[in-house]
């Protein structure tokens, strides 16, 4: 069976909570009392496995290493934002929603280049997308932003810019919009009351239901 009118979808973000000006210097302290190059990592991936930092990297005197999940989920916009760098150590390509979260505090991003990163994250303008398990990559990536302050704020600039653009009242706006290409009706519109769907011509025959 041929299919027809597929249309994308993509993972959005909640750009109002997450971003830049939440940064605060409260946290920064308790990860960079020695200096260094902050750098947030998810500590469990969606699958319970539990991510640990390369060897390599972890004995890096210029980095220290802040576990993103312990917090709770009013504080984690706070450190997102207070980061330097975020990095995903994820093996199954699934932390599209925490890269996303990361982008949106105007944070520049490591991860690799499997799954929903390479959706997700544009090589080279808001991170760095590297070979799977090469932690001689993840370490170079990460110490070229410890080195350069004003490629680290460009990316970071660059990453929130991209996360705007999946901000989650668009996302929902594409997906109505899309709904209502599908039943031939307007999608939806927003205003400042919020959302209100416009599906006048809403037939369950019309959509197979």
């Known amino acids: 069976m041929k299919v027809q009118r597929v249309f994308l ?22 990860a960079s009392q020695a200096g260094g190059l902050v750098v947030g990592y998810v500590h469990r991936g969606m699958r319970g496995t539990q991510f640990r930092i390369p060897p390599r990297l972890s004995g ?5 290493f ?19 760098a ?9 932390s599209g929603e925490e890269l996303l979260a990361a982008m949106a505090s105007g944070v520049p991003v490591v991860a690799p280049g499997i799954g929903e990163a390479r959706d997700v994250v544009t090589h080279g303008r808001t991170g760095w997308l590297c070979a799977p398990g090469d932690a001689a990559e993840l370490t170079y990536r990460l110490r070229l932003l410890a080195q350069a302050p ?12 991209a996360a705007l653009d999946r ?25 400042p009351g919020g959302m209100t769907t416009t599906f006048e011509a809403w037939d369950s025959d019309a959509v197979g239901v």
């Open 66 to 84: 802040v576990a993103i999940g312990a917090q709770n989920d009013g504080e984690l916009p706070d450190v997102l934002a207070s980061l330097d």
């Open 60 to 64: 890096a005197s210029d980095m220290r």
């Open 150 to 161: 004003a490629l680290r704020a460009h990316m970071g600039g660059r990453a929130r810019n």
């Open 167 to 191: 901000d989650w009242f668009l996302m929902c706006e594409r997906f109505l919009d899309h709904c209502g290409d599908l039943v031939g009706a307007p999608g939806a519109i927003f205003g």
């Open 86 to 94: 975020f990095l995903d150590l994820s093996t199954h390509g699934d």
């Open 9 to 30: 979808w993509p993972r959005g973000v909640n750009t109002a909570v997450y971003r830049p000006e939440r940064a605060t210097s409260r946290l920064r302290p308790r």
